[in-house]
């Protein structure tokens, strides 16, 4: 059977002069995403990518598995390669369709006719195929509006295609269109959840996270690097770097007014996150924090923690309640592995009672009571970096 997968891109479209060199970006991430999954060629041709195996040990589920997490595809399907022949196409659906059309009631075929020097127009070729399937499955009935299958039939240059319903795509740009950013990352719900949104704009991303032993585990590092991996599955390989905190905390709750804690050590994260990313020429960070969600988020609170950056600092959670953070956290499968019970830096020292309305000045005044900088390029030089691997399926 010669079968291939079709793949809608959306955005895309919308480019213009600039729409060919996304598209390319997008064909090269499919490609390497489909590596391992044996030979295929990938090209295309009027808003469609076509996913075609080279031979028979190219793996076609697989491939369609991995095509449902790459950003830049809007909707793709599987679909069989047929002669521009009106009187094969009705045999080979036939057979095609078989087992849905089997276990359905109502069905609807819909045409489009790409190469118009085909014989027979759009119309034409929905009344005879559907004709076709209703001598073959007399039990059916037609449903242009909510047909539980949809017989798909594309003719375009060179062949005819036959698909079913399409399925959704992860939308978005392809990833690292939209540059590179470091990702604050702690084991909580939010901050995979944005590295997430930020790669679903073709951000091509790094992560940084803080570890603070003895006080946090080995097994709250797993954590993180499990969430990075269920991430992966999307953004792509993400260089990761793991910042040793243990000693700047202990001299935060040392040396600085306890109200201030949470913000003071936001601001030494950023600052670390700034010399990283400046080392590597990252031009922005991105954080999962959500406006008024915790006392280290208020508006004045971020503005604090904004002004030990010196790069843009996204924050695409940042107007969302926390059940919509929830329910993509549970669609990316991030969910259940960020409430496991192992706590991260962020959640040791919290202060009693944090400064809700915290200014500039006050908090400035706090961090200058001690000297960090030696601290600061104790845990630089400290940091252990490894790559997190796509994780497929």
Known sequence: ????????????????????????????????????CGAFSVTKSQSTITVRPKDEDADLDEACQRMGRIFGIAAYS?????????????????SYFRQSLESARTFK?????????????????????GETLLDAYPHLKVDVHHPEVSVNVEIRDQNAFLHGNQLPGAGGMPVSTSG???????GGIDSPVAGWMMARRGVKLSAIHFQSPPYTSDRALDKVETLLSK?????????????????????????????????????????????????????????????????SQTMLALAATNAAADRPVFRPLIGMDKSDIVRIARQIDTFETSILPYEDCCTIFTPRRPKIRP?????????????????????????QVKTIHVRQG
């Not at 590179?180 to 702690?186: C, H, P, Q, T, Y």
């Not at 006050?362 to 400290?382: C, K, M, S, T």
Request: a negative charge; one cysteine or more; aromatic letters at 6%.
């Open 78 to 94: 599987r679909a069989l390669v047929t002669e521009k022949d009106m009187e094969v196409i009705r045999r080979e659906a036939v």
């Open 231 to 295: 991430v992966s599955g999307y953004a792509g390989d993400i260089q990761f770097y793991c910042v040793p905190f243990t000693r700047l905390q202990e001299a935060l709750r040392d040396h600085c007014p306890e109200e201030l804690f949470t913000i003071l050590m936001r601001r030494l994260m950023v600052k670390i996150a700034v010399r990283v990313a400046e080392a590597h020429e990252l031009p922005a960070l991105i954080t999962g924090e959500s406006l008024g969600q915790v006392a």
């Open 1 to 36: 059977m010669n079968e291939v997968i079709l793949a809608k891109n959306g955005e895309i479209a919308l480019k213009g002069l600039n729409r060919g060199t996304f598209e390319d970006v997008l064909m090269k991430n499919i490609r390497w995403r489909l590596k391992d």
């Open 359 to 383: 200014s500039l000045e006050a908090v400035e005044a706090a961090e200058a009571r001690f000297d960090f900088a030696p601290l600061l390029e104790e845990a630089i030089a400290g940091i």
């Open 180 to 186: 590179e950013a470091l990702l604050l990352i702690s």
């Open 109 to 129: 075929v819909n045409a489009k006719r790409s190469d118009k020097a085909f014989p027979y127009k759009s119309p034409d070729i929905q009344q005879l195929l």
